[in-house]
């Protein structure tokens, strides 16, 4: 899940320690039959050339601290008609930015706004997230996650040869060397974004949307603390400011805080968006009410036509851009033009206790479950979950039971009372850092997509490099 918040994959992956060397076995029994399996499915698909993603990625704003260039746009444009594909958080709050500065925007997406991986998430603006879900040493402690029913980790057998060539550069993500690139692509990509959602909450006049009240990791003690370490040292080494709290400190914060918590990390200054879905539609309707078209189409296809863009399944008008955002479904839209993104959904899911508001008063997480519980309008929402199963397959409701487990097990004041359920596909790329930027050889293609954990988080500082490259200070001036 939750990562972004908090869990998943090698962050906190809760290894089962067997002895050490068995596990270590394990894993490279796990990588060469990887490295198989994905070598026969790269040799059976169309495989793109490199160029591609290395462009892309060199295009991602999270890969220099400067904007990004505007050379491989269609050149000076005086009035842009701009396509954003996909109205979850990270389209929308690109649509709403160009519009706002003044450019004419069409925002398309099959459902209504918010309604995928966006709909559902735990809220949390997690701006010190910034080591990568792959973490050195995290290969060996798959296969123990993948043989417990009970773990943050699924991978159905099924789905192994495909997921295998996107396994694999996740395993080579985990390299010291990359995991500080992927942390510092991150870190550069957070800044700022608390202060970002509290002015938008109160720009779109939902003020009570947004929450700052700190997010507070529990551990069991500081031996569990010490797993967690490289990641906090890299929070650290990013300036972020953590205080370590023993059990007195976490009652101050959170008086029915599980008693098994005896130490915890407070992060004092992040936030909380206390309903996501409420949050984008709300974006939406702002964008709409300030001169925005939000368009209801299941785009088939993207075309490029006398140096614009069509797209085959909505109205037929030329677009001078076309930003795709279409979170896990991207390469769906960018494959036939012969781009393909290392994009894999991490499905997550979440319980809602929805007569349920005061067992905790801020975004708390379960490390060792790696579980966010969060304070929603809704309801008490406990999030978690990284299940690789792709796009097509259904819900897996044991998934959702097993958060419900964790969650009545934390705070027996949960039993019998009335949930939902939700699962949403997380757009991921291996190293966690995702494509945000222009596609070489495709004039007026952008790519906003693979923010995977943290796209809540991003999508404001992805909307403004975005706005900051495509129009630069406005169409029509800031503002407009
Ligand atoms: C359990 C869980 C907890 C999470 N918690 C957090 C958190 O606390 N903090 C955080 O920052 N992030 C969190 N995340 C991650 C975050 O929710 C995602 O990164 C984010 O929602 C991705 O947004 P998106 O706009 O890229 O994708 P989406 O919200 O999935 O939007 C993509 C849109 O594209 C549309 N679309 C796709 N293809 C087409 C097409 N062909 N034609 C028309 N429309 C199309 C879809 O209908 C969809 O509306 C969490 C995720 C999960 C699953």
């Excluded at 991207?330 to 206790?353: F, T």
Aim: charge should be positive; aromatic fraction near 4%; glycine fraction near 10%.
């Amino acid at each position: 899940m939750a990562r972004g918040p908090g869990a998943g994959l090698g962050r906190h992956a809760s290894v089962r320690p067997g002895p050490a060397r068995g596990a270590a076995h394990a894993g490279a029994l796990l990588a060469r039959w990887l490295r198989h399996a994905g070598d026969a499915r790269a040799r059976a698909a169309r495989v793109p050339p490199p160029e591609a993603l290395v462009l892309l990625h060199r295009g991602c704003a999270a890969d220099t601290h400067a904007p990004l260039s505007r050379a491989s746009t269609i050149g000076p444009v005086t009035s842009p008609r701009i396509a954003v594909l996909g109205a979850g958080i990270v389209g929308t709050a690109i649509a709403y930015e160009l519009r706002k500065r003044g450019a004419d925007v069409a925002l398309v997406d099959r459902d209504e706004p918010g309604n995928g991986c966006s709909f559902g998430n735990s809220g949390a603006i997690s701006v010190s997230s910034v080591a990568p879900l792959a973490m050195p040493g995290v290969l060996a402690s798959v296969p123990s996650m993948l043989l417990d029913p009970e773990s943050p980790l699924r991978l159905p057998l099924r789905y192994l040869p495909r997921a295998a060539p996107w396994l694999l550069q996740f395993v080579a993500s985990a390299r010291p060397h990359r995991v500080e690139q992927a942390a510092k692509q991150l870190a550069a990509l957070h800044a700022g974004a608390v202060d970002m959602h509290e002015a938008m909450a109160r720009e779109l006049g939902v003020p009570g949307l947004f929450l700052r009240r700190g997010h507070l990791h529990l551990y069991i003690d500081d031996a569990s603390l010490a797993k967690d370490a490289g990641a906090w040292r890299l929070r650290e080494a990013h300036g972020v400011r953590a205080e370590r709290l023993d059990r007195a400190g976490i009652e101050a914060l959170e008086p029915d805080a599980p008693a098994r918590y005896q130490v915890a990390m407070f992060l004092a200054d992040h936030a909380t968006i206390v309903e996501p879905f409420r949050y984008v539609q709300a974006m939406a309707r702002a964008f709409a009410a300030n001169g925005g078209r939000v368009v209801q189409a299941d785009v088939q296809r993207l075309e490029s036509r006398a140096g614009g863009w069509t797209l085959r399944g909505a109205a037929g008008e030329p677009f001078t851009h076309a930003i795709v955002a279409a979170g896990a479904w991207s390469n769906q839209l960018v494959a036939p033009l012969g781009i393909h993104l290392a994009l894999e959904s991490q499905r997550g899911y979440h319980v809602q206790y929805t007569d349920v508001r005061d067992v905790v008063s801020r975004t708390v997480v379960l490390t060792d479950r790696k579980v966010f519980v969060t304070p929603m309008e809704g309801g008490l929402r406990v999030g978690g979950t990284v299940e690789i199963a792709g796009l097509r397959a259904p819900p897996d409701p044991t998934r959702a039971a097993v958060l419900d487990r964790i969650a009545r097990e934390a705070f027996p004041a949960l039993e019998g009372r009335a949930t939902t359920t939700w699962m949403g596909h997380r757009p991921c790329m291996p190293n966690s850092v995702p494509v945000v930027g222009t596609v070489s050889n495709h004039p007026g293609l952008w790519i906003a997509t693979g923010h995977g954990h943290l796209g809540l988080t991003d999508s404001l500082p992805t909307a403004r490099r975005i706005a900051d490259a495509l129009l630069g200070e406005g169409v029509a001036g800031r503002g407009a």
